[in-house]
């Protein structure tokens, strides 16, 4: 990350007047000594604690003597407490990978163009990492930065207002690509890939599919978060981390019998704080099923080997992540692939592709507003972009479908059409 000029200047003395050296100026304050000058030394300070990156000068310029570097670094240091961890790292890869390789030398934030977004904006498209609507996404979080340089009177407030006029890419664009739409799984694809998982891995499955929760409300689950006293019949969850900030804290997730018992065994002698699902666990079960399947005995030499792995046990995270949660089921669809037969193979699929199976089932059987309530949406139409049962609906009605220009048959007709 690039330096920022925080260290604050000292109150100095220039022949009979009281300065301050910043940024290879001298700034007078006034008389040496003086109460005036002390105030304004203060003022000074308490703006440099306040802007690490910009301080007015008096007597220069209004506009504010800031680079495209250092607003950019200013900006991470206040992101990093304020937002979770993957959209700091969204802010990260468009920050050191584009805008800074680009224009993070010496750019003056009011000098950053339109014509300079949009050329930033032509290195992600080349770079072929991201679809449209990702390019999209983080053009609008480059212009975010720029609206923060302005309530902190970093950036003239026409900067961001001119780069705002950079138009989102279309469909279609020139050497940009779409990423497929996400789909629901089949049950009978995930009931055939269970065997091949760890118990912990299985259960997380299951839990999700049934409560159509997103993968990171399940593998960040602690159990000091699980409330078994609200409902005799029920218990409810409630996550410590939720993806819609202003419900931070606040959503519940009941769970009934089903889930409880998918829950039961991973809670017990566990302190409010662990985790729920941890893959050292999972690893443990592993471990047992290959000391169970076992057919030779174990030689002198594995025993050592054993032995010394033991006394240097690898280090396990105690919770599950994005990555290491699909890693765990794409392990489980590999390994189930090396014993089935051709034409039974499992297909990819992946953890949040249960939250949409979950959403479509329930659309199909309950209703779109309890598909709603199941995922937590506030709107019904984010819920139809994961419950895909519009599909499924109009297959089934094709098949039920009855011309209704055509003559009724007669019994005898209808039994011969169900014969043949």
């Not at 407030?157 to 497929?180: C, I, M, W, Y």
């Not at 169970?292 to 396990?316: L, M």
Request: proline residues 6%; positive net charge; aromatic residues 10%.
């Amino acid at each position: 990350m690039p330096k920022l000029k925080n260290r604050p200047p000292q109150y100095s003395q220039f022949k009979n007047y009281a300065v301050i050296y910043y940024n290879k100026k001298r700034i007078y304050l006034g008389i040496y000594g003086s109460d005036e000058s002390w105030t304004a030394y203060n003022r000074f300070i308490a703006e440099c604690r306040s802007h690490p990156v910009f301080v007015v000068q008096k007597g220069k310029s209004d506009e504010p003597n800031v680079t495209v570097k250092e607003l950019a670094a200013a900006f991470l240091d206040h992101v990093k407490t304020t937002l979770d961890e993957a959209s700091y790292g969204h802010y990260k890869v468009l920050i050191f990978d584009f805008l800074l390789k680009l224009y993070g030398s010496d750019t003056a934030v009011n000098e950053f163009t339109p014509k300079c977004l949009k050329l930033v904006r032509s290195e992600m498209i080349q770079s072929k990492r991201f679809c449209r609507n990702t390019i999209n996404k983080y053009i609008k979080r480059i212009v975010s930065i720029f609206n923060w340089g302005v309530e902190e009177e970093l950036v003239d407030p026409n900067t961001p207002l001119a780069l705002k006029a950079v138009k989102s890419l279309r469909t279609g664009h020139t050497d940009t690509f779409e990423n497929p739409k996400r789909k629901d799984v089949p049950d009978e694809i995930i009931g055939k890939t269970l065997p091949f998982m760890a118990q912990t891995v299985a259960a997380m499955v299951q839990l999700q599919r049934l409560t159509g929760m997103r993968p990171s409300e399940v593998y960040r689950m602690k159990a000091g978060e699980i409330d078994k006293t609200r409902d005799p019949e029920l218990w409810y969850y409630r996550p410590e981390h939720h993806k819609t900030e202003e419900h931070v804290g606040e959503k519940d997730i009941p769970l009934g019998k089903p889930e409880q018992e998918l829950l039961a065994p991973y809670l017990v002698d566990k302190k409010p704080e662990s985790a729920v699902f941890s893959p050292r666990t999972a690893m443990a079960e592993r471990n047992a099923e290959k000391r169970a399947n076992r057919k030779t005995k174990i030689t002198p030499s594995q025993a050592a080997r054993n032995k010394a792995r033991a006394a240097k046990p690898h280090a396990y995270s105690e919770f599950y992540d994005k990555n290491s949660y699909r890693k765990a089921v794409e392990y489980a669809i590999k390994k189930g692939n090396k014993s089935l037969p051709e034409e039974n193979k499992i297909p990819k699929w992946y953890p949040y592709m249960l939250r949409h199976a979950a959403g479509t089932e329930a659309e199909i059987t309950v209703g779109l507003d309890k598909a709603q309530a199941l995922l937590g949406h506030k709107t019904a139409n984010v819920t139809r972009r994961y419950a895909h049962s519009q599909l499924k609906i109009a297959e089934e009605m094709a098949r039920n479908r009855v011309n209704p220009f055509e003559e009724p048959a007669t019994g005898d007709e209808s039994a011969e059409r169900k014969a043949s």
